[in-house]
């Protein structure tokens, strides 16, 4: 993944009741904030950062970022999971090594 792909990413809207009804209202404030703050970061901040979110919710947390971010349920599943094993990676690194795409080369070698 490029370094500037996540600059491209546009802040998701937030689906909620409360952001419905009251647009302008003090939640819906709260929820774009972290909607900008998910839009700049990388993979790995951005499982963290809304994993930790979803944790301080408590039951249901996992569902309401879901609504809130417009991320996949698995993927915050994946934070909750990365922030309780702070497993670390290698410097430099979003993700483990062998993750992700295989390079073009790789999977479409030349006849």
């Not at 802040?11 to 209202?25: A, I, N, R, T, V």
């Not at 690194?93 to 006849?111: D, M, T």
């Amino acid at each position: 993944m490029r370094k500037d792909a996540n600059r491209n990413r546009l802040p998701c809207c937030c689906e909620c009741p409360d952001c419905l009804c009251h647009p302008h209202g003090p939640t819906a404030q709260e929820h774009r904030f972290i909607n900008c703050l998910v839009a700049k970061a990388d993979e790995l901040c951005r499982r963290l950062f809304v994993g930790f979110l979803a944790h301080q919710q408590g039951r249901g947390g996992i569902a309401l970022l879901h609504r809130i971010t417009g991320l996949d349920r698995n993927t915050i599943a994946r934070g909750l999971r990365e922030l309780r094993q702070r497993e670390d990676l290698t410097p430099g690194r979003v993700r483990h090594p062998g993750a992700g795409r295989k390079k073009a080369e790789v999977k479409y070698p030349r006849s």
